[in-house]
T-cell receptor, first 109, second 112 residues
Framework: GIQVEQSPPDLILQEGANSTLRCNFS?????LQWFHQNPWGQLINLFY???GTKQNGRLSATTVATERYSLLYISSSQTTDSGVYFC???????????FGKGITLSVRP | DTEVTQTPKHLVMGMTNKKSLKCEQH?????MYWYKQKAKKPPELMFV???????INESVPSRFSPECPNSSLLNLHLHALQPEDSALYLC???????????FGDGTRLSIL
């Protein structure tokens, strides 16, 4: 099956810093989503981005489908950005959303 | 606020109990999903319903029994669970299989 690798596994930032989270995938995909899971367990949709670039406030994402990677940019980080960021992909062959292992982000005041 | 509503938020049950988890969405989505998530792990798919029919069962033990009474509602019936079944259970929905999935807040289940 498809492999999804996220890096780095852990990230510690000072409030106000910028960061880039990476997701590599091993095959072509029909769907790619970025999620933020907060400390209470809520899994929040950030982006649906099978290709191209999108922006939403301080967050933006870029997926280069031909090179099989996606990047999530967080600017001016806040303590509320802390949590786990998951990249999940939907391969073309079936309908099972495959998650990476996640990136744990801690933003310190 | 999430558009997928899960109840209850927390559930503690004994190994001999029978309980149900409920998931509801009113976005007109035709695909609904159950996931199980253990601590520090990504969600794992359990079941997929499409147009109220079970289309994927990821070899889940029979002590978990899903049900989709209508297009807005998804239940997960629990019976004779084991302590290792303690986890966060997440429901999701999407317009169709290739469309983005929207998750509920989850039910945190503890088996005594």
């Amino acid at each position: 099956g498809i492999q999804v690798e996220q890096s780095p596994p852990d990230l510690i930032l000072q409030e106000g810093a910028n960061s880039t989270l990476r997701c590599n995938f091993s095959d072509s995909v029909n769907n790619l989503q970025w999620f933020h899971q907060n400390p209470w367990g809520q899994l929040i949709n950030l982006f649906y981005i099978p290709s191209g670039t999108k922006q939403n406030g301080r967050l933006s994402a870029t997926t280069v489908a031909t090179e099989r990677y996606s990047l999530l940019y967080i600017s001016s980080s806040q303590t509320t950005d802390s949590g786990v960021y998951f990249c999940a992909v939907l391969p073309g062959a079936n309908s099972k959303l495959t998650f990476g292992k996640g990136i744990t982000l801690s933003v310190r005041p | 606020d999430t558009e997928v509503t899960q109840t209850p938020k927390h559930l503690v049950m004994g190994m001999t109990n029978k309980k149900s988890l409920k998931c509801e969405q009113h976005m007109g989505h035709r695909a609904m999903y159950w996931y199980k998530q253990k601590a520090k792990k990504p969600p794992e798919l359990m079941f997929v319903y499409s147009y109220e029919k079970l289309s994927i069962n990821e070899s889940v033990p029979s002590r978990f029994s899903p049900e989709c009474p209508n297009s807005s509602l998804l239940n997960l019936h629990l019976h004779a669970l084991q302590p290792e079944d303690s986890a966060l259970y997440l429901c999701a929905s999407s317009r169709g299989f290739n469309q983005p999935q929207h998750f509920g807040d989850g039910t945190r289940l503890s088996i005594l």
